[in-house]
């Protein structure tokens, strides 16, 4: 587990606050009967208020702790119901010039009996920044996924993969409030064991994507936000497929608090016969609604 990882560089003392954690996370899991899933989660939010301990403000340290509930809200009796709660953790570092940060996330998903908290992959991202002819900024972000979910590893072989990200950000003043606009480039590259996963389907060799967002601040606390993405993909047959994504939402900030509400659609650039149009803004079958919240610290 990522505590796990992260005890074994710190000293014994600091080891047996982690034995302390579990013991105590084992407690729990007995009176209220918990899930392994549910028991991991528990040892993940005491690693997180520990690493709030053990890294001072002074170092530059950040915190980012944020939840998501996602549902496409149909009958649950049909079984097309989808809905999922996402659990997500990110440290940030500045240094000489870089950011450095590192993230992870826990997953359960509502639509299923039974279903556990499931660990997703984690990511380190090294970004930097850059002015261009004292107007634009360029924002680089060089990023590596580490397999570290049971599906990623388990059902698709995946070791890991390596990406980089540009983005273009522009704001200016538009009526009472600022308006943003920004276009940015992915280009992720992916490691397996194997070509193909256990159901032998062919994993999905590399993606590249373009997207613009735009952004528009009403006030200190409400802006909105939209995003649309095409991306590209091609397996391991160098077969390629086109998909997009849309996505909308309202945001309110308070202190260091993030609240969302949002729209979001991902579905197939063109339809089956690879000639027709499969794009649309609203489609129940590949939509899904989303309220998120976040704190920093």
Excluded at 22 to 41: F, H, I, M, P, T
Excluded at 115 to 141: C, H, P, Q, W
Aim: charged share 15%.
């Amino acid at each position: 587990m990522l505590s796990d990882i992260f005890f074994s560089f710190w000293p014994e003392n600091i080891s047996n606050i982690q034995t302390r954690i579990a013991q105590c996370a084992n407690v729990l899991s007995v009176r209220y009967n918990l899930s392994k899933g549910e028991l991991e989660l528990i040892k993940l939010l005491h690693f997180t208020l520990l690493l709030c301990c053990l890294i001072p403000a002074s170092y530059g340290a950040s915190f980012n702790f944020g939840t998501l509930f996602s549902s496409n809200f149909k009958d649950a009796a049909t079984g097309e119901n989808v809905s999922s709660f996402i659990g997500s953790l990110s440290i940030s570092q500045p240094l000489y010039g870089y950011g450095l940060s590192l993230s992870s996330f826990v997953s359960k998903s509502l639509s299923l009996n039974d279903s556990e908290y499931l660990i997703g992959n984690t990511t380190f991202a090294i970004s930097s920044s850059a002015m261009i002819d004292d107007k634009y900024t360029v924002n680089s972000r060089i990023f590596t996924n580490l397999a570290t979910s049971k599906y990623s590893r388990e059902t698709k072989n995946l070791i890991g993969s390596i990406g980089h990200s540009l983005s273009i950000p522009y704001t200016f003043d538009f009526l009472d409030g600022k308006l943003s606009l920004s276009t940015s480039i992915i280009n992720i590259y992916n490691f397996y064991e194997f070509e193909t996963d256990i159901m032998g389907n062919s994993n999905i060799k590399n993606q590249h994507s373009v997207g613009v967002n735009l952004g528009y601040k009403m006030s200190s606390k409400i802006s909105l936000s939209q995003s649309t993405r095409l991306t590209k993909s091609y397996n391991h047959s160098n077969i390629a497929n086109d998909s997009y994504y849309l996505g909308a939402s309202i945001n309110y900030s308070f202190k260091k608090m993030l609240f969302s509400i949002g729209y979001e659609k991902a579905d197939q650039l063109l339809m089956p016969n690879g000639q027709n149009s499969n794009l649309s803004l609203f489609d129940m079958d590949a939509s899904s609604f989303y309220f998120s919240s976040g704190i920093s610290f």
